[in-house]
């Protein structure tokens, strides 16, 4: 016996299931009458017409505070030809908010400088070296990069005070006496960057208002 078609099904939707042989209702649930069809057909589109689609809100993501940006550290060049100077400020330094370079002649601090003049917060600077003393580092210095923070490091005050105060009046930020004593040198560095920062703030306020 032949399986129905799907048109018989339509016109005899309400022929007995024996009628059919074989077929048993596994079989027969497949074949969907043709008015059930229609009926299926157009509920789907009744809902498909009323249905609307809401785009979900869209939420701009949360600014990170200020705290959750980590500073970069202070960036400090170290410059003297003593090898146990250099070797306590990298003792002192390695702290949390600071990255240290250490040079041991003036010459090396300004092939240091010059590749990147504006990389350093802070110069800490020796004033008795040989073939180039700090003054005359300095002045190099100061001719690259101009509001350049300089710390003057020396030990015979006395003898070059005339130095450290044509120095200090062509913009020296301050001076340390040597030998340098951890907390000391710590304390003088961070007050040094600290007067820095207001003098950048106190700048960048005037040329706001004259702006």
Same mark, same amino acid.
């Given at each position: ?121 802070? *110069? ?19 001719? *690259? ?10 030990? #015979? ?18 001076? *340390? ?20 920062? #207001? ?13």
């Amino acid at each position: 016996m032949r399986a129905p078609k799907q048109s018989d099904l339509g016109r005899q939707n309400d022929k007995p299931l024996a009628d059919y042989g074989n077929y048993g209702p596994r079989h027969l649930s497949c074949f969907i009458p043709l008015k059930h069809w229609r009926l299926c057909r157009d509920n789907f589109q009744v809902m498909n017409n009323n249905s609307t689609y809401e785009k979900p809100a869209q939420t701009n993501p949360p600014k990170p505070s200020p705290r959750s940006v980590l500073a970069r550290p202070q960036r400090i060049l170290f410059v003297d030809d003593e090898p146990s100077a250099c070797a306590l400020a990298k003792r002192v330094f390695p702290e949390p908010g600071f990255e240290l370079t250490t040079t041991y002649s003036g010459f090396e601090c300004l092939e240091q400088f010059r590749v990147r003049p504006h990389w350093f917060d802070l *110069i800490v600077l020796d004033l008795s070296m040989p073939f180039m003393d700090g003054e005359e580092t300095f002045r190099r210095l100061r001719a *690259i990069r101009p509001n350049v923070p300089v710390l003057l490091s020396t030990g #015979f005050f006395g003898q070059g005070q005339g130095r450290v105060e044509r120095m200090l009046a062509a913009g020296l930020a301050g001076f *340390i006496r040597k030998p340098h004593r951890p907390d000391e040198l710590l304390a003088r560095v961070q007050l040094v960057l600290e007067n820095a920062k #207001f003098s950048r703030v106190g700048c960048a306020a005037s040329d706001a208002s004259f702006a």
